[in-house]
């Protein structure tokens, strides 16, 4: 299928890790001075920067995280961190992420050593979700190792990186440029055991077969947030969707770069039929999944979505009508449209029912072909289903539907 959608020019969150060849990640342990220097001198780390990050107000100083560092009421602070960018072909994360718990005590809360205050808390902040997972599964397995030699419980923060402001110019390569400054060792001398022993793997996103969609999502993206809180939290589709990060993707062949979240790409059998980057709104999104499920050269989705009319007793309706209890579904959506409580033979050779599930549908004018008609729309797709008139039996309203957009579901496999 030809790929219908375009990269939007939107003003979009961009993923470091989908962009760039090198990792970023940031770490807090302790005055920035010293955590620099050992990061710097690790084979694989291309940077480290040292600079402010976790806190709730805007460009942080070395002045600001002082005075802040005793306030936990109405302000959060920053704390001293180091921003490091590696090659995670020369050094992989897991490797990185040990060494920063064995470089200083991740147990004392808000102080390292003599440095007393929240801005010296330990803290983590990742940028993808191999990070996420490597931080918390390392996390779990130096916890008893740190118990056995006698200290208390991990504090370290460990969240997103939201933002990253780098240090004033003097505090960078400071024990460079003092030699004999103050540099703290607060290292607990735990260490991980040698070797590939305690190796973390990693929970890789793999094809399920068949068709899917997966969002391709990044932390703190305005876009990602909407588009899960207006669309996919209320997805109900037939078709599997996943939302997760590209680090963690496997065994797919994606043909798009992907440049910006969300994405959403349409999987068939591993392989990428068509992706789109950007927010899309319900409506739009359901038409894509209606092209993707149905085919856009399918009777469905002329139905659907260039409000085509099934043909009189065709095929779909006489397999639908004389179904038993049960319900009635948007083939898109999966919402319930339509009960066979509310189902009738009008003999019209359309399926007719005298109302629909209540919210499920929309009416609106339609005076196409010369006719004043109401036609039926199924609210969240906006795919449409057919027309209601004023001529059922006994006075009531008839809802005349087209078979080709809906799936039928027998009552007891409805999901409470």
């Not at 959060?76 to 718990?101: G, M, P, R």
């Not at 062949?253 to 059998?269: A, H, N, R, V, Y």
């Not at 906006?382 to 799936?407: M, S």
Request: net charge positive.
């Amino acid at each position: 299928m030809k790929k219908i959608f375009l990269f939007l020019g939107l003003s979009i969150a961009l993923s470091t890790a989908v962009l760039a060849k090198t990792q970023t990640i940031v770490f807090g342990a302790g005055c920035f001075w010293g955590v620099e220097k050992y990061f710097e001198n690790l084979e694989g780390v291309k940077r480290a920067t040292s600079g402010y990050a976790g806190g709730s107000y805007a460009n942080p100083t070395y002045e600001t995280v002082l005075k802040y560092r005793n306030t936990t009421k109405d302000i959060v602070n920053h704390t001293e961190v180091v921003k490091v960018i590696y090659d995670d072909t020369k050094i992989s994360t897991q490797k990185l992420i040990k060494s920063f718990w064995e470089l200083h005590n991740p147990t004392q809360g808000n102080r390292q050593g003599n440095d007393i205050g929240n801005n010296y808390r330990s803290a983590l902040y990742y940028s993808t979700e191999i990070q996420r997972q490597v931080a918390l599964r390392t996390q779990k397995m130096y916890q008893p190792l740190l118990s056995k030699a006698g200290y208390g419980a991990i504090t370290t923060e460990i969240k997103p990186l939201k933002r990253f402001y780098a240090a004033e110019v003097y505090h960078q390569n400071y024990l460079e440029k003092n030699p004999l400054g103050y540099c703290p060792n607060h290292a607990t001398g735990v260490k991980f055991p040698a070797g590939d022993k305690g190796k973390v793997d990693v929970v890789y996103v793999t094809p399920l077969g068949g068709k899917e969609i997966l969002v391709i999502d990044a932390p703190h993206c305005k876009f990602c947030e909407k588009f899960k809180a207006k669309v996919t939290d209320h997805y109900n589709g037939s078709v599997p969707l996943r939302t997760t990060s590209q680090d963690v993707l496997k065994g797919f062949k994606l043909t798009s770069k992907i440049q910006g979240t969300p994405t959403i790409i349409f999987i068939e059998d591993a392989k990428e039929v068509y992706a789109y980057t950007g927010y899309m709104d319900e409506k739009a999104f359901y038409k894509a999944v209606g092209a993707f499920k149905l085919g856009e050269e399918s009777e469905g989705y002329d139905v659907a979505f260039r409000q085509a009319t099934d043909g009189r007793f065709c095929k779909q309706y006489d397999a639908f009508k004389n179904t038993g209890d049960g319900i009635f579904i948007d083939k898109i959506s999966g919402d319930i449209l339509f009960d066979t409580k509310q189902r009738f033979n009008s003999g019209t050779g359309w399926l007719s029912f005298f109302k629909a599930v209540e919210g499920s549908t929309v009416e609106k004018e339609d005076n196409k072909y010369g006719m004043r008609r109401i036609e039926v729309v199924a609210k969240k797709s906006g795919a449409h289903l057919g027309h209601v008139f004023n001529d059922g039996p006994g006075g009531k309203q008839r809802f005349c539907i087209n078979a080709t957009v809906l799936e039928f579901v027998p009552r007891e496999n409805v999901k409470k």
